[in-house]
C-alpha cells in the first residue's frame, strides 16, 4: 500500500515538472530562415521586353549573364534582355554595349535613350557609380564625365591587373605590384605596393563604398592579403595575413555595402574579413562567385557556388553556412535588394531570373 | 648620378646582347610588325608586335607563370583591351609578357622552360590586330625593356624610311623638302618614319631604334628606344630626357622638344638606324626669316 503511494506521488512529482518546466522555462522556437520563391522569368527572345513597350527605368536593376544582358524590375520580372556582341559594361544608370574593336561607344541608359557617346579608343568598364575606358596598351586610364566628358586620362607604370571603385577613389592594382587610388579629378591620393612576395602582383582589389577602406590580394609566391584604412590623409596598412592560396589569376573581391565585411576568393572558400573586428573567417564553398551580397538587417551574407553542382549559399558573418539553395544553369549572377535575392541563370533553352525572397517561418 | 646608373645597366644589357641572346624568339616564322613604341590604336606600345595567325607563340625564355587572364573574366569589373595574355615571369627580374591573344587556357603554367606553347596566335584584343604582343617588363627598374635587347639578331638589309619631317610652331606646320624659308621662332621638329616589315616592301610608322639630329653641322639630339617607363602619369619612350621633352604620338611619329631657330641658312641633318644597324639618312637647308 505504502509503496503504491510512493509510486503514485513519484508519478505526480513527474507529471508536475513537466508542467512546471512547461510554462517557467519555456522558451519560444527560433523562427526558421526561408527562402520564397516570387516569381521567375525567362527571357523568351532577347530584345522582346522592350519591344513590347516595357522600357527599363533608373529604378530597375543591371544583369549581365552569359551573352545576354539587360534590365529587371525587381517586382515584376525582365525588362530589357539583349545579347552582347563582344562585351558590356552595365550600372544602374547607364550601359555600354562593344565589339572587340569598337569605334565610337554609345553609353545609353537603361530605357535604350542615347546619352552621350565617346571617340576615345578603349573598352569601357564602370564602378562607384564612376565611368572608365582601358585604352589599347592595358596601362592606359580615361575616366568619363557624366555628360560624356574626359575628367583625367593617365598611362600607369605597367599592365593594369585589378580594379574596382567608389565615388571618391578609383582603386587600380598593376603588374608591378602596385596599387593605385585616384579621385574624381584626377589626383592620386594612394600609392603602395605591399611587396614581400618572390613575385610582385595585384591579382585582386576592392574599396568600401566610403572610400576608407581598400584591399587587396598581392603577391605570388607567397600570396597575402593587406588591408590598408583611411587615417587622417593617408591610408595606413590595418591589417595583413599570408595566405594559403597562390592564384595567378584575377581574384575576385569586394566589400559589402554596408562596409562591414570584404568578402574574396580564397583557398577553399570564401575568405571574411570583419573590418570592425579585424577578424577573418572562412565560409567554405567550392569556385564561389558573385561575391559582396549581403543583408546587413539580419547579418547575412549570400554567394553562389559553382564547379560541379550550382547552388546560393546564405551564410552567417562568421562564415557559418545556414542554408544552401541548389539550381539548375550556368553563369550565375547574383543581386540583392532589401530581402530579395534575385538569381540570374544561363540555362540550355535560355537565360532565366529568379526572385527569391527570404522571411521567416 | 641616376643617368650615369642608367647607362651602366645599358651597357651591361647590350653586353648579355653581344654574349649570346638570353630569350628566343617567341614565334616562328619571325614577322616584327611593330618595334617598341608602334602605336596600336593611338597608343604607343612598349613591346614587339608579331605577326601572323594560326602560329604557336612560345615563352621566349624559362620561367614560371605569374600572371594570366582571358579578354573577359567574371571575376573582375576590369576588361583586357589586350585579349587574353599571360605573363612569364624569368629568374632574371624579366616579366614576358604574351599578350592580344584569343585564349590562354591551356598554354604554359608553372616552371615553363623556354619554348613552352603559350597560345595559338589570332585576331584579338581592341585593336584586331592579327598576331600577338610580346614586351619585357623589368621589375628590378620598374620600366619597359626593348625586347630586342635580348633576342638573337635577326637578318635584316632593309633600311628604314624616313617619310615626312616637318617643324611645328606658332599653329603651323612646315614640312621639310617643301618649305625653303620658314620665320624665325621655336618649333618642334616631327620626324615620320618608317620600317619595312614584310618582303612585299610592306612598311609600318613607327619610331626606329636610334635617331640622331644636326642643326648647322651639331648633334642636338641622340635617341636610342631601348626603355619606356612612366613619368607623371604619361609612358615615355625616353625616361632620361626632360619631362614632355621629347616624345613619340599616337601616330607613331617622334615629335622633338621645341627649340629656337634665329634668322639665317639652316641646315638640318637627321640620320635613323634600326636594330639592324641599317641606316638612312636626309638633310635639308632653310632660310629663317
Known sequence: ?361 | MKRYRQRILLLLVAGLAAAGAALDWPIAPVRVAGEFGTPLEGSPMPGLLFAGEELAARTAGKGDVSFHREAIDPRTKLPSALGAMMVNEGDDGLAEVYALLPTVVGGAGPGAMQGAFVAKTGQAGISGFKGFWFALFDRKMDRWVNPRLFMPELQDKKAPGIRKVSLVGNDKSYSLGETRSLPQGSYALVVETTEVVGADGESIQGPPYFIRILVNGESQVELRAEVASTVDGRLSFYPDRKKGADMIDGRGALRLEPRMFTRGRTSIEILIRDFSGNERSAGWTLIVE
Open chain 1, 1 to 361: 500500500m505504502e509503496e503504491q503511494a510512493r509510486r503514485s506521488f513519484a508519478t505526480l512529482a513527474a507529471i508536475l515538472a513537466v508542467i512546471v518546466y512547461f510554462f517557467v522555462f519555456a522558451r519560444p522556437l527560433p523562427r526558421a530562415l526561408e527562402l520564397r520563391a516570387v516569381w521567375s522569368d525567362a527571357a523568351a527572345a532577347p530584345g522582346l521586353a522592350q519591344a513590347a513597350g516595357t522600357r527599363a527605368s533608373g529604378s530597375d536593376l543591371p544583369f549581365e549573364v552569359g551573352d545576354e544582358y539587360g534590365y529587371f524590375d525587381p517586382a515584376k520580372g525582365l525588362r530589357f534582355v539583349a545579347k552582347k556582341t563582344f562585351g558590356v559594361s552595365l550600372s544602374k544608370e547607364l550601359y555600354a554595349t562593344y565589339d572587340r574593336s569598337p569605334g565610337t561607344l554609345s553609353w545609353k541608359d537603361p530605357g535604350g535613350d542615347l546619352r552621350f557617346e565617346t571617340q576615345e579608343p578603349g573598352y569601357p568598364f564602370m564602378a562607384g557609380g564612376r565611368r572608365f575606358l582601358v585604352g589599347p596598351n592595358q596601362s592606359t586610364v580615361t575616366e568619363i564625365g557624366r555628360s560624356g566628358e574626359i575628367l583625367w586620362r593617365r598611362d600607369f607604370p605597367s599592365l593594369l591587373t585589378a580594379f574596382d571603385a567608389s565615388a571618391d577613389l578609383a582603386l587600380f592594382g598593376t603588374l608591378d605590384g602596385t596599387l593605385i587610388g585616384i579621385t574624381p579629378s584626377g589626383k592620386e591620393v594612394l600609392s603602395f605596393a605591399p611587396g614581400g612576395s618572390r613575385v610582385s602582383c595585384i591579382y585582386g582589389c576592392a574599396v568600401s563604398s566610403d572610400g576608407m577602406t581598400v584591399a587587396a590580394i598581392s603577391g605570388h609566391d607567397r600570396q597575402r592579403l593587406v588591408v590598408l584604412e583611411k587615417r587622417a590623409e593617408a591610408y595606413r596598412v590595418a591589417y595583413h595575413r599570408w595566405l594559403a592560396s597562390d592564384f595567378t589569376r584575377p581574384i575576385a573581391m569586394s566589400f559589402t555595402e554596408s562596409r562591414e565585411q570584404l568578402l574574396f576568393e580564397t583557398e577553399g572558400g570564401v575568405g571574411i574579413y570583419d573590418a570592425a573586428a579585424r577578424r577573418e573567417h572562412l565560409l567554405e564553398a567550392e569556385s564561389p562567385q558573385g561575391l559582396g551580397a549581403a543583408i546587413p538587417a539580419r547579418r547575412l551574407l549570400l554567394a553562389v557556388e559553382g564547379g560541379t553542382r550550382t547552388s546560393l549559399v546564405v551564410s552567417t558573418y562568421e562564415g557559418q553556412r545556414l542554408f544552401t539553395f541548389a539550381f539548375e544553369g550556368e553563369e550565375p549572377m547574383l543581386a540583392r535588394e532589401g530581402d530579395s535575392v534575385f538569381l540570374g541563370l544561363r540555362r540550355p533553352e535560355g537565360m532565366r531570373m529568379l526572385r527569391l525572397d527570404l522571411g521567416e517561418e
